[in-house]
């Protein structure tokens, strides 16, 4: 799953990052990841390589603010923030192969 270059623009800005090599490798597969626990989950795939889709931006947000960054105290919340809006997504028959209450 490829991401483009102004999606990873957006992560980047919502981890606080300027433009560097290495970060954006991490920030790649840490989107990457994030888009297959969505799978795993139920959402489907192709919306979670839609890149436009403001629901599933915010959850990759979320995401990646918990898991980027070795000394991160705001990693607890923004993992409650990524659970909270992924039980939403699955919660919409539009974005899952399965509805969840």
Known sequence: MAV???YLDKVRRAVRRSVNAQTDQ???DIIEECRHDLICLGVKSEKT??????LILGA?????????????DDAPLNREDYFAMRDE??????YCTFQTK
């Open 60 to 72: 990759v947000r979320c995401f990646a603010r918990w898991k980027f960054g070795l000394d991160n």
């Open 89 to 94: 997504l699955r919660k919409r028959v539009e």
């Open 4 to 6: 483009s270059a102004e």
């Open 26 to 28: 991490e920030l790649t």
């Open 49 to 54: 390589i839609d890149e436009k889709d403001p």
